[in-house]
Nanobody, 120 residues
Framework: QLVESGGRSVQTGGSLRLSCAASGYIYKMSCMGWFRQAPGKEREGVAVIKSDGSTSYPDSVKGRFTVSRDDAKNTVYLQIDRLQPDDTAMYYC?????????????????WGQGTQVTVS
């Protein structure tokens, strides 16, 4: 089970930290990813963190998004800085990586329900 939280309405330039709490066996899987989907757009990967702590980001969010994990809490975080209106989306975390491209949504088996981020 994956449960996201932390989404809310914020002003341009602000910051947010999203959380994703995972059940034990899901958390221990090799990759956990953060994805977002804006209305009318495809779901896109914004951050991935592996069990060894290595991270990946698309160029579009590098420098503003930071993914981290707290193994003691089975929780993955997504820090978003300098928020822009284009960041408005439902944000999801995912696990159960199937191999291949780590930022591709179709490579993940388990998904949370999402948390809404609105930037104005």
């Amino acid at each position: 089970q994956l449960v996201e939280s932390g989404g809310r309405s914020v002003q341009t330039g602000g910051s947010l930290r999203l959380s994703c709490a995972a059940s034990g066996y899901i958390y221990k899987m090799s990759c956990m990813g953060w994805f977002r989907q804006a209305p009318g757009k495809e779901r896109e990967g914004v951050a991935v963190i592996k069990s060894d702590g290595s991270t990946s980001y698309p160029d579009s969010v590098k420098g503003r998004f930071t993914v981290s994990r707290d193994d003691a809490k089975n929780t993955v975080y997504l820090q978003i800085d300098r928020l822009q209106p284009d960041d408005t989306a439902m944000y999801y975390c995912a696990s159960g990586f199937l191999g291949g491209a780590t930022l591709a949504p179709d490579r993940y088996k388990y998904w949370g329900q999402g948390t809404q981020v609105t930037v104005s």
